[in-house]
């Protein structure tokens, strides 16, 4: 069973269509990345895939639930890391954790002891105890996605987390998210910025509401850089 399907999705505001016919299937345990220059949709996609917007065309699936018909099923198996921040700065590391953990019914010492795993797999451990406010923004991003993971979600979605970012943090987010989609987790990553995109990592091609490609990195490039390979295509608006 594929951990996250779209079937013929499609939204509109108002007279603009942001999103239209848009399938696709994420292979568990893989880095995906939803690639699309900005206006491709991908923000209206993850506000569907978190149910902030809803949609009457379509389906959306997690883990086998559909997510109009059993959301809290299907929200339980997906983790988000927005593109704003959403942490409160005068909070510990630790507390962070734990506050979240409580909003998804987590408490005591499973909250503490998840707190703690999260935080290692981000290499964040030992940061435990300190605010946020003192925290780089390489660094509260790893906790944001470690905080994304406490409820242990099947898949993990990600829109631009790197925003903002120097190059070096932006290299070791990128590095620690594709590690976890190596152990397991199924990793939606959406961006515009190809140098984000590993040749192993499956790629969907967004652009005007429309997916233009869906394969692997390295056969969407056949040995050419990927982004003039993304250029030509979003350029053209052609399917590959
Ligand atoms: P991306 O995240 O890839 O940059 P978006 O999902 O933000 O793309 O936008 C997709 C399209 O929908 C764009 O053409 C954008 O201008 C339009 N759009 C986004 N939000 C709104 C809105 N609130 N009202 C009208 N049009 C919108």
Redesign the pocket.
Known sequence: MTALELVDLGYS??A?R?LDGVSFALRPGRFTALL?P????????FSLLTRLFVTKEGRITVAGHDIAKEPRAALSKIGVVFQQPTLDLDMSVAMNMRYFAALHGISGREAARRAQEALERLGMAERAGETVRGLNGGHRRRMEIARALIHRPEVLLLDEATVGLDFKSRQDIVAHVHELAAGGLTVLWATHLVDEIHDSDDVVVLHRGHVLAHDTAAELRKGRPLADVFIEMTATGETA
């Open positions: 505001y108002g603009k942001a699309g900005n206006g491709a949709g991908k923000s209206t996609l």
